[in-house]
């Protein structure tokens, strides 16, 4: 299953990198909604491969059963593979290529708080919170585990998901391997 979690992981990650390229495409922009619609929607096609990845193991390569850890675990661990990727594509692309992303991400919020309507108040706070916010973020470890919160609660959701679905305890009375280790016992 290691060879087959890193696989699938590595899959997944790439499959987020193009969605993260597509947001950060038409980030700023009209399109922003449809940005981030994508950029979700790339993150469960990526995750989806979790689900890929354990029922082959439990059909083809564990006699067509699997327990809920084992599922959950094996998920979850895909699910990091994928998300480190990433995370590893954003920092390349903010440090070499958008080192500005904070500040322009700051100045849309704002602007968006202006044509809502907020008050002068209300920005100015937010403008300081996030001027606080974009000091911390220069912060390799901060921005890595900022970025982890964006993606893989979603693998971690699709992992339990997967579990669930995917988990086949033994059939003594169908299955000849379990009613070899059944007698056994």
């Avoid at 390569?61 to 990433?86: D, E, R």
């Avoid at 974009?134 to 901060?142: D, G, Q, V």
């Avoid at 693998?155 to 299955?175: H, M, R, Y």
């Amino acid at each position: 299953m290691k060879k087959s979690i890193i696989i699938h992981g590595l899959i997944g990650g790439c499959i987020s990198i193009l969605g993260f390229f597509f947001m950060e495409l038409y980030n700023g922009n009209s399109h922003n909604d449809i940005s981030m619609m994508v950029g979700y929607a790339s993150m469960l096609a990526a995750f989806s491969l979790i689900f890929v990845a354990i029922k082959n193991y439990r059909d083809k390569q564990n006699g067509g059963v699997i327990s809920f850890g084992t599922a959950f675990k094996n998920g979850l661990l895909i699910a990091l593979v994928t998300s480190t990727v990433y995370v590893v594509a954003w920092l390349i692309y903010f440090t070499y290529f958008s080192p500005d992303f904070i500040e322009k991400y700051a100045q849309a919020t704002l602007s968006a708080m202006a044509k809502e309507g907020k008050s002068p108040v209300e920005i100015q706070k937010q403008a300081a919170e996030m001027k606080k916010f974009a000091e911390m973020y220069k912060n390799p470890l901060i921005n890595a585990a900022v970025t982890y919160t964006e993606i893989l609660p979603v693998g971690i959701i699709v992992s339990l998901l997967a579990a669930l679905i995917l988990k086949k305890k033994p059939n003594p009375e169908t299955d000849e391997r379990a009613a070899f280790l059944a007698e056994r016992q």
